[in-house]
Every structure is written in structure tokens, then in C-alpha cells.
């Protein structure tokens, strides 16, 4: 019990004094997971607007698909990354086996599909709506995607969100293809996992607290968004 | 009122009669969903510019029509032609339409207006100014830039029909546009578009209300379980309607 209180007050001093190496660690996440997110943002709501509004065969496929992959687990997609970048892989050439890299595109092909899946339902509510205006309008196909993903906006930052919060928790894909480096590619869940199997309690507590702390304030922000959206009658 | 003279001169310059487009015939026209015929074989020709009402009670098939003549439903049989020419995505755009219930982006009530002029191919430096004629048209030039869905229900049908207006159509459908409407949101719907009117648009209202067809009617499309039931100028048929059914609808019966 004593060891449990030390070990937190301890998590609280590294906190507290910005701790160096915990520092390094949170901004890797961070660097890693937001620019997954990026990535899956502009992929997500492309694949999802796009499916949304075009008919064409096979569209009933593709969307029964990525609501399966929405369910992918983190260690199958970081073992099909580690295949595809390792030395004999297809894309070996690369060198990007554990670098932050491989762990961005592991991270990105983890929650592509939940923001393409998440993005088609908003829009296709949406286009429920505006179908018969836009087309009374003149709108082409393609117009009616831009215009749904903008006017989806506000809906549209719970699929960024769920695809961050998956992100930045999954501890699977980074490891396999990032190796938990110490200083390259150690990540806040990769540190947590290890440093308790270690028992360093201290730090894995650290690192589980800022977390935590990041996903309170996001959500957060989301909520004040949608709060301000609600006002304009924009959600 | 000066103001409003000025912008209503504004929004003519440019637009073109209704004669291009008229008369709007219909041959056999059939819709067709799930065994159940919803249009059958509507055979009709509108030649007047004005007002043309489609009368009827609920589920005779009104909205569907308007739809099938804006090309928003395909029919499954029969042909629609405007002007002599069958209907294709380039006379849809000389046309305009307000649905009953209104559809706004969520935007402002000024972003809605030309989001619709980007549309249509407007230059972007025009957009600014024919959104605000349109606006100070239906009155909204306070509410420029406000969000268009928290105007009231009168308001929001007022910013489609500027909308609508802003387009410089030929051909205004109107689909139920005050239904849900107090009297004095009504009156003020019913303003616009009798200036739309007037202004060489050919205007063509689906409505279940009587009242609001005898304000407005140049000339009746009687419509019952999907059949034309009579096609007159409005005087002839409000006067001597042909039909048991349409008697009996204006007498305010239930029609079955």
C-alpha cells in the first residue's frame, strides 16, 4: 500500500517537474497519433462522402466491409504492417520497419475505416435530407459530397474523435511494428505496458494519468463544439 | 418600399420569359412503385404563363407530380416535355423548387442563397449582391447572417423561396409551401410568389387548400387517386367543376 501511495506521488513529481523523458514520450504520441488521425481524416471522409452519394456495384460491399474493419484489432493491423515493411516485404525498401513511420501507417490503416464509417452514416443522414434540394439545385455528385462533408462538420468531429481516441489508446499496432524503443519509438501505452511489467509503477502511472487527461480534454472540446453547433442549429 | 422596388427591377433584368419553356405537356404519364400506380396515365398540356394550382386531397398523387415535372422522379411511364423538348438537367435549371418542408444547409440564411448561385455557375463576385436583393425581396436582410434553420418556420420558407428567386427560374414549383404556415407567414409566401408572377415566371403550386387556390389560380389541375380529374381555368372550375369528386372537395366533404 505504501509502495502504491510512493509510486503516486511520484507519478505526480514527474508531472509536475515536466519530466524529460516523459515528455519525449507524450510528444511522440501525440506526433504519431495526430498525424494517423490526419491521414485517416482526409481518407475517412473522402471513402465515406464518396460512398454516401455515388452508386455504383459493390457499394453495399464496401460499406459492409469497413463496418467490419471498424472492429480490426490493433495487433492484426500492426502484424499486416510489420509484414508489409519488413526486410522481405513488399515494401521493405523503405527502412521504415520500427520507426515512428510504420507506426503512423499502422495507426492510420487502424482507424481509416472508423472515420469512413462513421463519415458515410453522417452524410447518408444528411443526403436523406438534401437529396431533392440539391438536385432541384443542380448540384453534380460531386458537388453533393463537398457539400455534405461541410455541412456535416460539426457531426463530423465524433469520427475524428473516435478515431483519435482509438489511436492514441491502442498499444497492439505500435508495438509490433514500432518495437518500443526507448527514445524513438516508445510510445505513453507502449511505456505503460512495459514499464509495469518492469515494475516501475511510478512512470506507467504517470503516463496512464495524462491519458486520461487527454482524453478528458478532448472530449471536452468536442462537447463545446457541438454545444456551440446545437446553438446555430448547425449539428 | 423604395428599396423593395428597386431590388424586385433588379432581379428581372436577365431573365427570360416563360415561353421558352411552356407549354408543359404531359403524355400517359405513369408512375408506377410496388404494383401500386401513384400517377396514371396523366395526359395534360399547360400553355398559360401565371399561376397553375394543383388541387386535391391528400394522396392524390400532387407533390409526386411536381416531382415527376422537375425530373426529380423518373416516371416508369409517359413523357414529360417543356417546350417541346423532353426534360433533362438543362431545363431543371431554369427551373426552381420549394419543397413543403424547407431545406436549408446549415449555414446562413446568405451562405444558403449562394451556395445555390455557385450552383448554377454564378460568377463569385455577383453572388454577394443578387443574395442580398434576394434577401431584402423576401424581407430577410436583417437575418443575412443568421443561421438559416434557427429562423422561424415562416422565415425559413421565405429564405427557400428568395432562394429560389435568386436563380432567375423561368418556371417556380411550389410544393404545399405553406402548409404548415400561420395566416400571416402565408400572406407573405403568397406575396412572393404572385410578384414572381408577375415578373414573367411561370408558377406552378401544389395545395390541398381550397382557399388558397381560389386567391391564386389562373387555371386548376384537379388530381384524385393519381387521375387527372379535370384540368380548368380556375373561374370554370370553381364555378361548375365537372366531377362529383371535385364538387365534393370544395364543398369540403371527405373525399374517398
Known sequence: MLDLSQAFASALRQIVT?????????????????????????????????????????RGAVAALLNALMGLPPVVAGLIVYLLLSNAGPLGVLQLLYTPGAMIIAQAILITPIVAALTRQTCEDLLEEYRDQLRSLGASSAEMVTTLLWDGRYRLTTAVLAGFGRAIAEVGAVMIVGGNIDHVTRTMTTAIALETSKGNIALALALGMILLAIALVVNIALMSIRRLAAHFAYA | MLEQTRSLVALDTGAPSAGHVLPLELRRLSLETGGRRLIDSVDLKVEEPGITVILGPNGAGKSLLLRLVHGLVAPTDGIIL????????????????????????????????????????????????RAQQALELAGLERHAFTPARVLSGGEQQRLCLARALSLDPEVLLLDEPTAS?????????????????????KVIVVTHDVGQARRLAQDVIFLHHGRLIEHQPAGRFFDHPESDTARAFMAGGLVL
Not at chain 1, 19 to 48: E, P
Not at chain 2, 183 to 200: M, Q, V
Open chain 2, 181 to 201: 404556415l400561420d395566416p400571416a407567414s402565408t400572406l407573405d409566401i403568397e406575396r412572393l410568389f404572385i410578384g414572381a408572377k408577375h415578373r414573367g415566371i
Open chain 2, 82 to 129: 417543356w417546350g417541346g423538348r423532353p426534360m433533362d438537367d438543362e431545363i431543371r435549371r431554369r427551373q426552381a423548387m420549394v419543397f413543403q418542408k424547407p431545406v436549408l444547409l446549415r449555414r446562413t440564411s446568405a451562405a444558403n442563397i449562394t451556395y445555390a448561385l455557385g450552383l448554377r455557375g454564378i460568377a463569385r463576385s455577383e453572388r454577394n449582391s
Open chain 1, 18 to 58: 515536466l519530466d524529460s523523458q516523459l515528455l519525449q514520450i507524450i510528444a511522440l504520441s501525440l506526433k504519431v497519433t495526430l498525424t494517423a488521425v490526419a491521414i485517416a481524416t482526409l481518407l475517412g471522409f473522402s471513402v465515406g462522402g464518396v460512398l454516401a452519394v455515388y452508386r455504383f456495384p459493390g
